[in-house]
Every structure is written in C-alpha cells, then in structure tokens.
C-alpha cells in the first residue's frame, strides 16, 4: 500500500509548489523565456537524478530507447505550463485556476479511459476502465479480490 501512496503525495507536492511558481511568475517575462529557465532545470535535474538512481550509467543508451512518447510528452509539457502561465496571467485565483483545470481534465481522462487501451486487456475490460459501466459499481481490485463497493483510497479501478 505504502508503494501507491508516495507517488501521490510526490504528485500532490510537486504540483503545489509548481502552481505556486506559476502564479508568482512575473506578468512582464515572456511566458517562453520563463520555460526555457524552466526547463533547463528540468533537464540538468533530469540528468542528475538519471545517473544518481540508474543502475545503468550510459545516458546515450538509454535515450536511444526512447520512442516518440519523449516527443509529444516534451511538447504536452509545454502546452500544459504555458497553459498554466496564461490561465494565472488571465487572472484566475490559484485556488481556482487549477480546480477547474483539473475537473475539467478529469472529465476529458474519463472519456479517454473508456476508449480501448493498447496492452494486455481485452475490449471488455478496457471499456471498464473508466469506471462508466451503466447500471453498476465498477469492480475494485483490493488485495488481490475483486469487491462490488465504493473503493478505498488508493485502490486500484479494475
């Protein structure tokens, strides 16, 4: 349970202090110029972590294996901070701005989830991985048993 909550609560963390920052971001820094500090930090960050938790050393290698996942994700990172930018920049309250960012994501992500997922599944069970299965509680894989009942916190949606 302990290996499923971390990554929340690093999520929750990061998150903050980057709304934090994005809204303290000066009005009159090109919103460009700002991500490219942003990052360049990212990216000596990156690289040091690459070497201080990595088994394998060679970063050559290794970004050899990358696929155009690292592209687009570059990309959805940059529409997603200059987003974030223009949203405080417009004058949203960071206790909104984000709010209703994130809503409005989770609705989109639901959308998405029921669309068939590449990997191991099968059609049946991707269409319930949104959890909109009409007339039904979804499944909950809870210890390794399926349950029919509101999940617990940091369950797993099956």
């Known amino acids: 349970m302990r290996n ?6 690093m999520v ?11 809204k303290s971001t000066p009005r ?4 460009f110029a700002s991500l490219a500090v942003t ?11 690459f070497y201080l938790t990595g088994e394998q050393k060679n970063l050559a290698a290794r970004l ?3 696929n155009w996942t690292a592209w687009v994700l570059g990309l959805s990172i940059v529409g997603l901070e200059f987003g974030f930018l223009c949203v405080y920049r417009a004058g949203w309250k960071i206790s909104t701005g984000n709010l209703v960012a994130s809503i409005t994501l989770s609705c989109v992500l639901l ?13 049946p069970e991707d269409f319930g991985n949104g959890g909109l299965r009409v007339g039904a509680v979804p499944d909950y894989q809870v210890n390794g048993e399926n349950e029919r009942r509101a999940p617990p916190l940091f369950c797993q949606i099956r």
Do not use: E, M
């Open 4 to 9: 499923k909550r971390w990554p929340i609560l």
């Open 12 to 22: 929750v963390a990061a998150n903050t202090l980057y709304n934090v920052c994005a």
């Open 28 to 31: 009159d820094v090109n919103g």
């Open 39 to 49: 990052y360049a930090a990212a990216a000596v960050c990156a690289v040091l972590l």
């Open 64 to 66: 050899g294996k990358t």
């Open 111 to 123: 959308a998405v989830g029921i669309l068939p997922q590449s990997g191991d599944s099968d059609p």
